[in-house]
């Protein structure tokens, strides 16, 4: 896989969001030889597909738990 170097820079496609649509894109048009910017928001991979380690899973349920969120539900995750 090419990396970008220092005079890098000039992309064909940027491409944000790292979810299957996103990443079969991505490739896709690497593959065709399409010089391609594939970044993403999130600190890892796969928007809402993305497989997180129990860890990952239990700081991503702490930072939303509370965004609509019912108070029955939250009442339980103590």
Not at 3 to 21: A, R, W
Request: aromatic residues 10%; hydrophobic residues 40%.
């Amino acid at each position: 896989m090419d990396q970008v170097g220092e005079d890098d820079g000039v992309f064909d496609l940027v491409i944000e969001g790292t979810g299957l649509t996103e990443a079969i894109l991505a490739a896709s048009a690497s593959w065709a030889g399409y010089n391609v910017l594939h970044t993403d928001e999130n600190d890892f991979y796969g928007s809402h597909w993305a497989a997180l380690s129990l860890d990952r899973l239990d700081t991503w349920v702490k930072q939303h738990e509370t965004q609509g969120m019912p108070s029955f539900l939250l009442a339980r995750m103590d």
